[in-house]
């Protein structure tokens, strides 16, 4: 059960603001039905530019809910100047918290703020877009919301960025480019934090290279191969030689040569060694497979 | 407020008789079942006959039941057990469906090197045998399916696949948890290797659990210590759990079949009027072959938190499937797995009725659930009007 403050029950049971207006100014969506919850803001402003109203509809859990609530609150008589500076911390301030995995709803809040904003600004005619490079393939995150929430909320881990935006939340496959986000940003205050990924060490016995490799497998390439319904299996190391074998979809993709060299090798090269290559097990290929579909 | 308890799938609540039991148990007769002295000697009887009485549900020899510390712990024993026992063998047959004491077990075995399968199911949440059968070969260590979905209530045909698989020389274990006290059992008549029990989903205390290995099967026990459970399962033994299941055991197998009729009979009567009341519904799950307490049904357009919430002022407990509910961002993997859209998933609601409801609360939760689900659909901006 979620320790939800009075406040959040309070505007998730009696919601303000409920609906959507008529011939609107503005229009902002965002989320879908798959990721779990969306919000539509709608608001129309006054002669003077001031927002004179604002209504939502939302699909989501209690948070959802009553961040959408309060945000309609929060904008409502302010001018779109003003209204732009509204940050996610201040949706659940107002709420008096919200619990860590549930804060990417207050950066819903802001999110449709902002793109009923720019809809306005454009005459009605821009909707929102995903901007620049999707790093997080589940949920549709982008490097620039990335990016956004660690800075507004001086985020250190990667468990904190899906809190808080959901990347990273789905496969995990998008973790350690995530990690790397972090590490541009925070700098020295993010190193401290993170421990994921293996250290490679100097000279390696045949036994801690085996044994690196197959964590490389484990934590760095099977959850990426795994969100796409395949799998992959160390079957052999010989030498500087990597034998695995592909597993599920990835048995029957035609990209798998391509995953082969840029993911599965490139980790296992810069996690273990760089002398290693890889090749797939031909035999095994012949076996009946998982069909994950 | 009175609570109206529809969460059974989840934990159930204790019968009276078998806490009776337990008492005396904790400051009088508090003895070691190891002891020499009659003080605790008087113990070890206690547990013998809770064995009997867990073997008389079961259908099975006493000598084939292991008590453990609950249904998460005899999965583990039963299947890093089977593997362990045979060392050359490195694949393990599973499906997409299993509880997590089953699921995270398996993917982290194959972490170690291990092939783990797991088998598709149908929308309605069914196996495909010739599926199963193209699978096992002379790699196999061991097939480990769930008798009865936790989340739908989907019954497998556990008993033949256990004659397929065990037919093949390969160990076949069951995650029974959730059938144990609906389903009649004859393990004597049947090729189940394995079978786990979790005692607080039948009425028994938690912190309990049965692993029953079919005299024969080979297994390398995995709590080491003392000898107690014949050197099975190290550990002084939960006394007071253990009586206490083997009481709950025994109420069970005198009143399967009347409380089945009776629960069934709530269950059908609350789908139907919700099913009836309620506009974009849907049943999750095969409705024929189900245990007879579990109904899971998906609102289409809102999400499961939400209506959970709003039933909890009304003091009414339920389940729910949705991303939220769980604190991980996605829905629940054996909706998904059905292939449920991700739009009914997250809205979906899982009911789980015991002997202890009555036709009151029934009534009660079907007058409140049609005004909740239309409060949320006004929010959802995925519902025109």
């Known amino acids: 059960m979620w320790e939800y403050t009075d406040k959040v029950k309070d505007h998730f049971f009696n919601p303000k603001n409920v609906g959507q207006i008529e011939n609107p100014d503005g229009v902002g969506e965002v989320g879908s039905l798959a990721c779990g919850d969306a919000l539509r803001l709608t608001f129309k402003l006054d002669k003077n530019g001031k927002i004179q109203d604002a209504k939502f509809k939302t699909f989501g859990c209690a948070s959802a809910i009553a961040t959408s609530s309060v945000l309609t609150e929060l904008i409502k008589g302010k001018t779109l100047e003003e209204a732009s500076k509204v940050t996610n911390r201040d949706i659940a301030d107002y709420l008096g ?7 990417h709803c207050s950066v819903m809040g802001r999110e449709a703020l902002e793109a009923a904003i720019e809809n306005y600004r454009s005459g009605g005619k821009k909707k929102h877009e995903l901007e620049g490079k999707v790093v997080c393939t589940c949920f549709g995150v982008t490097e620039k919301e990335i990016e956004r929430v660690i800075r507004e909320n001086d985020l250190t881990t990667v468990e904190e960025v899906t809190n808080y935006c959901k990347a990273g939340g789905g496969c995990g496959g998008c973790k350690g480019e995530i990690e790397k986000i972090i590490e541009k940003i925070q700098g020295e205050k993010a190193k401290e934090k993170q421990i994921a990924a293996p250290q490679k060490a100097g000279t390696l016995t045949n036994i801690q290279k085996i044994q690196l490799i197959q964590q490389t497998i484990n934590e760095q390439i099977r959850p990426a191969l795994r969100a796409h319904g395949g799998n992959i299996e160390l079957i052999d190391v010989e030498g500087n030689k990597v034998i695995v074998a592909f597993r599920g979809m990835c048995a029957q993709c035609k990209l798998a040569e391509f995953t082969m060299k840029d993911v599965v090798e490139a980790r296992i090269r810069e996690f273990v060694s760089p002398e290693l290559f890889v090749e797939e097990d031909k035999e095994s290929a012949q076996q009946p497979h998982n069909h994950i579909t | 407020m009175e609570t109206v308890y529809f969460d059974n799938n989840a934990t159930t609540k204790v019968d009276e008789r078998v806490f009776e039991q337990m008492k005396p148990l904790f400051c009088e007769l508090y003895g070691n079942p190891s ?3 009659t003080f605790g000697g008087q113990i070890a009887r206690k547990i013998s006959r809770a064995r009997e009485q867990v073997a008389g549900l079961l259908g099975c020899e006493p000598g084939e039941i292991i008590f453990t510390g609950g249904g998460t712990e005899s999965d583990n024993a039963a299947i890093k057990g089977a593997l362990a026992a045979a060392p050359n063998r490195r694949k393990v047959i599973t499906t997409r469906v299993e509880h997590p004491a ?10 170690h090197g291990y092939t ?20 096992l070969d002379e790699n196999t260590a061991l097939v480990t399916v769930m008798y009865a979905n936790n989340e739908t209530g989907v019954i497998f045909p556990i008993e033949q696949i256990a004659g397929l698989v065990t037919e093949r020389g390969i160990t076949f274990h069951t995650d029974a948890v959730q059938a144990v006290g609906k389903i009649p059992l004859n393990l004597k008549q049947s ?5 786990s029990i979790s005692g607080h989903k039948l009425h028994g205390p938690k912190g309990v659990g049965v692993l029953f290995v079919h005299k024969g099967t080979r297994l390398s026990p995995y709590m080491l210590g003392g000898h107690q459970e014949a050197g099975r399962r190290a550990g002084t033994e939960n006394v007071p759990g253990i009586v206490g ?14 409380e089945n009729e009776k629960v069934k009979h709530l269950r059908d009567k609350l789908e139907q009027a919700i099913m009836k009341n309620c506009p974009d519904c849907r049943l999750n799950g095969d409705k024929d072959n189900r245990l007879p307490n579990t109904s899971n049904i998906s609102f289409e357009y809102i999400e499961g938190e939400a209506i959970l919430l709003m039933l909890d002022q009304y003091g009414i407990c339920a389940s729910s499937g949705s991303a939220c509910t769980s604190g991980s961002l996605e829905p629940s993997h054996v909706l998904r797995a059905m292939g449920v859209p991700f739009t009914a998933a997250h809205g979906s609601i899982r009911f789980s009725l015991s002997r202890y409801n009555t036709e009151d609360e029934v009534d009660y939760v079907t007058e409140k659930i049609p005004p909740i689900i239309n409060r949320l659909r006004e929010l959802s901006p995925f519902v025109v009007k």
Do not use: F, T, Y
Not at chain 2, 102 to 111: K, P, S, T
Not at chain 2, 245 to 258: F, P
């Open chain 1, 97 to 103: 918290g919200l619990p860590e995995q549930k804060m």
């Open chain 2, 35 to 37: 002891s020499m002295h």
């Open chain 2, 102 to 111: 089953v699921l995270a077990v398996c993917r982290d075995l194959e972490n």
């Open chain 2, 116 to 135: 783990i399968v797991e088998l598709n199911v149908d929308k309605k949440g069914r196996l495909d045998l010739g599926e199963l059968d193209e699978q």
């Open chain 2, 191 to 195: 090729n189940i290797d394995m079978l």
């Open chain 2, 245 to 258: 299941l083997g009481k709950a055991c025994e109420l069970a197998l005198n009143n399967i079949k009347e």
